[in-house]
């Protein structure tokens, strides 16, 4: 019997255009730190979620798997179970491979949480989230744990969601905490950002942007000039993929 340290193991990423993700390149290291020889990590990029499919039948030695944009909500009916957690979001960004079939995590709430918590300050009482993808959902889940209230902004909302031109004065004033949850001034497009007043920031607020690459985005910039408390993502990546590691391993 092949012995249980010497067992090969794969990992990967499901997304789409992710030539630039971080989770290929942090487990890579990982791995070489902990002289696992027997594990690596592959980015597995889908035109569509139908391919998803033959990865897991085909990829043998797959452990577990990270998910990321656009099919974080996609992936999930192709999944024999689902974490409580997940499930109440609605969406998944880590996969274990269990005797019983594919199970769905969610652990970028849990990187959120951990990457927000200490940054929130009394006033921190409302957010707006810009985006409804995936992502924004685990936000949304987590703010309503901590007690902030929060509200979508998209640039087709729907009810209860508001889009850009109604962010006036007062409703920045009112909403503390903007995160962003949109890819807008992802590298290599820096000078983009999302189209808020931005005018109407203040020392009083909190900007969180889930992209970290660059280190400051645009979004984030104009914040630090109004004198803004701001935050990249790295620190959730990399709270969540230690999440996403434990899950894999057991530990």
Not at 34 to 62: A, C, G, R
Not at 202 to 224: C, M, Q, S, V, W
Request: proline fraction near 4%.
């Amino acid at each position: 019997m092949e012995k249980e340290e010497n067992k090969q193991r794969s990992f990967g990423l499901v997304g789409k255009d992710i030539s630039y993700s971080f989770s290929r390149g942090y487990f890579t290291k990982k791995f070489e730190e902990l002289n696992l020889k027997n594990h690596s990590y592959v980015n597995y990029d889908l035109p569509t979620i139908q391919d998803f499919e033959m990865i897991v039948k085909e990829e043998l030695h797959l452990t577990g798997l990270n998910v990321t944009i656009p099919y974080k909500e996609a992936v999930i009916p192709y999944l024999a179970e689902l974490d409580p957690m997940a499930a109440e979001i609605g969406a998944v960004n880590t996969i274990s491979f269990t005797e019983t079939g594919l199970k769905g995590y969610n652990t970028d709430a849990y990187g959120f949480k951990m990457a927000l918590q200490p940054l929130l300050k009394e006033q921190h009482k409302k957010a707006l989230i810009l985006g409804t993808g995936g992502a924004s959902k685990a936000i949304a889940y987590i703010l309503s744990k901590l007690g902030i209230s929060y509200t979508f902004v998209s640039r087709t909302p729907s009810e209860d969601q508001l889009g850009y031109d109604a962010l006036s004065d007062a409703v920045m004033a009112e909403n503390l905490v903007i995160i962003n949850c949109t890819p807008i001034g992802t590298f290599p497009d820096l000078e983009a950002k999302p189209a808020i007043p931005y005018e109407f920031i203040t020392e009083k607020h909190l900007l969180f942007d889930l992209i970290y690459n660059p280190e400051r985005t645009a979004f984030l910039l104009e914040g630090e000039a109004k004198g803004a408390t701001v935050a990249n993502g790295l620190k959730m990546l990399e709270e969540q993929a230690e999440r996403a590691w434990a899950i894999w391993t057991g530990n």
